[in-house]
């Protein structure tokens, strides 16, 4: 017995357009998932109360960039590695030259565009020396002698008056920075987690895209 079989159709030409079929599948349940990953950690980001501007430094990218591929691959990061990794990690925070971390209080204000100011810079600004205060059993500070409280409750060297003993009326000694060996930061994120869930969601999101394209 004699078995004839014929290829009706352009076979190389069929298995190319699976292949096709394929690549497009994978890429864009590799997009779906990234976008979604990005969009995910940027809702964790702001309902921690962390601001829609480090919310917006999460990005994304798929590769290879404009075409459709099996290999396709997606990338979410942060343009604020740093930070993000901090509140993410929760980690212990010491400084860096084995001494005090400052922490600046109300009356410190802001330094340059709202960031926290150190001691140094407050100096700088302010032309007042701050004096450490040693508190057994308590933390340490930083304050600032013959000082007052503006309007908005930030220490200022000026806008009083002075008495023929030079001492400023109405002025006090305020504490302008808290002195601590270490700090805690609370882990306010889990974007490890969500990563995960997406890539497990991930050989679904790709059959999904494959049986819409048959």
């Known amino acids: 017995m004699k078995l004839l079989v014929t290829i009706q159709n352009d076979l190389p030409r069929f298995m190319k357009g699976q292949i096709d079929v394929g690549a497009r599948a994978v890429t864009a349940g590799v997009a779906g998932a990234t976008l979604d990953l990005k969009t995910a950690w ?28 099996p290999n396709a691959a997606g990338l979410v990061w942060s343009k604020a ?21 400052a922490i ?4 410190a ?50 806008g009083g008056k002075r008495r023929k003993d030079g001492i400023l009326t109405g002025a006090a000694t305020i504490p302008i920075f808290v ?14 987690a969500v990563a995960r869930s997406q890539a497990a969601g991930l050989p679904a999101r790709i059959r999904s895209a494959w049986k819409r394209q048959m």
């Open 81 to 101: 590695p740093k930070l993000i990794s901090a509140h993410n990690t929760g980690p212990l925070i010491r400084s860096s030259d084995g001494f005090w971390l």
């Open 179 to 192: 002195l601590v060996p270490q700090v805690k930061l609370r882990k306010r994120l889990d974007l490890d």
């Open 109 to 158: 204000g802001k330094g340059a565009r709202g960031a926290k100011i150190t001691p140094l810079q407050w100096e700088r600004r302010t032309g007042k020396r701050l004096r450490f205060v040693f508190r057994k059993g308590n933390t340490a500070l930083l304050v600032a002698d013959d000082s007052r409280e503006n309007k908005r409750r930030l220490a200022v060297n000026k």
């Open 42 to 69: 940027r809702g964790q980001i702001t309902s921690a109360g962390l601001g829609n501007k480090l919310a917006g430094s999460i990005r994304s990218q798929v590769f290879p960039k404009g075409k459709a591929s």
């Open 104 to 107: 600046p209080l109300p009356a």
